[in-house]
Nanobody, 119 residues
């Protein structure tokens, strides 16, 4: 069973920064796509950013210019550097991994890490 474990969440003031980490129990070199999602209270889970095995990245409009997704294959870890944080960024942030084995898709999710932005 693949495990994804997030860390790095916390409480920061508006304008601050946080770096989230997602550690995988398997080599991330065999995970097709990894991504960060978030869910605020009363809202649906939404994509924040994703990165492919080819290191192609995709960001939500709210994340562009402020967040940077990256991965370190040697550490089996994905990161999300978040700068210029705003109260609207408050949410539980989840790590997701997608594998494709022949015609079958496998999705893996972490348990989430809370990010709270408030003055």
């Amino acid at each position: 069973q693949v495990q994804l474990v997030e860390s790095g969440g916390g409480f920061v003031q508006p304008g601050g920064s946080l770096r989230l980490s997602c550690a995988s129990s398997i080599s991330i070199s065999i995970i097709e796509t990894m991504g960060w999602y978030r869910q605020a209270p009363g809202k649906q889970r939404e994509l924040v950013a994703e990165i492919s095995r080819a290191d192609e990245t995709n960001y939500s409009d709210s994340a562009k210019g402020r967040f940077t997704i990256s991965r370190d294959v040697s550490k089996n870890t994905m990161y999300l550097q978040m700068n210029s944080l705003e109260p609207d960024d408050t949410a539980v942030y989840y790590c997701k991994g997608l594998r494709k084995i022949f015609a079958t898709r496998y999705e893996y999710w972490g348990q989430g890490t809370q990010v709270t932005i408030s003055s």
